[in-house]
């Protein structure tokens, strides 16, 4: 059974740059398309952007100047870093599998909570 | 604000039936498979019916989707408390060129 868990500070500075790690075990992160997703406290959900295994990416344009997404294949590892972070940026940040296409996400990691303040 | 409008809230008895609905545009519902997430309190989403309006194994069959033109619905049926949670619809958009969300719906069960 695929498992997902996102690490990485739950502090970073306004102005700075977050970086976020997810590491997939239970499967093999190869032949995917894997998904970054964010949640400020109380409120709604919205899409990051995703990256298929072949290191191809797609962004939500409104973020997309400040986002870059990766991956380690051989670690089954991916990455998040989104830069010149403000508080508006707190949230909490899944990692989750998927969409394929234009399908579903249909497994998300636990979540990490990620403050930015000074 | 969120892409796709759900209501806020929704509210029943154990044993009612529930609908949830959700309202987007051509760029997204109208052209493309809506999904169902669930979030229970304090707990990361979780996958409640794909895109190809399945669910996955573990979801009981009193959740089912229905879709209409630009609109889609989430109806519960048998409320048990623990389906006490936030409901999300999404739907690729092709205008943003990824997914979008509702704003989700808090159920509660009374």
């Known amino acids: 059974q695929v498992q997902l868990q996102e690490s990485g500070p739950g502090l970073v500075k306004p102005s700075e740059t977050l970086s976020l790690t997810c590491t997939v075990s239970?499967?093999?992160?190869?032949?995917?398309?894997w998904s970054w997703i964010r949640q400020p406290a109380g409120k709604g959900l919205e899409w990051i952007g995703r990256?298929?295994?072949?290191?191809?990416?797609n962004y939500n344009p409104s973020l997309k100047s400040r986002v870059t997404m990766s991956l380690h294949t051989s670690k089954n590892q991916f990455f998040l870093k989104l830069s010149s972070v403000t508080a508006a940026d707190t949230a909490v940040y899944y990692c989750?599998?998927?969409?394929?296409?234009?399908?579903?996400?249909?497994?998300w990691g636990q979540g990490t909570t990620v403050t930015v303040a000074s | 604000q969120s892409v796709l409008t759900q209501s806020t809230s929704a509210s029943g008895t154990p044993g009612q039936r529930v609908t949830i609905s959700c309202s987007g545009s051509?760029?997204?519902?109208?052209?493309?498979?809506v999904t169902w997430y669930q979030q229970l309190p304090g707990t990361a989403p979780k996958l409640l019916i794909d895109?190809?309006?399945q669910r996955p194994s573990g979801v009981p069959d009193r959740f089912s989707a229905s879709k209409s033109g630009t609109s889609v619905s989430l109806a519960i049926s048998g409320l048990q408390s623990e389906d006490e949670a936030d409901y999300y619809c999404?739907?690729?958009?092709?205008?943003?060129?990824?997914?979008?969300f509702g704003g989700g719906t808090k159920l509660t069960v009374l």
């Open positions: 895109s190809n309006n």
């Open positions: 239970g499967g093999s992160i190869n032949n995917y398309f």
């Open positions: 999404a739907a690729w958009d092709d205008s943003l060129s990824g997914p979008v």
């Open positions: 051509s760029s997204n519902i109208g052209s493309n498979t």
């Open positions: 989750a599998r998927g969409p394929q296409k234009y399908g579903s996400m249909d497994v």
């Open positions: 990256m298929y295994s072949s290191g191809s990416a």
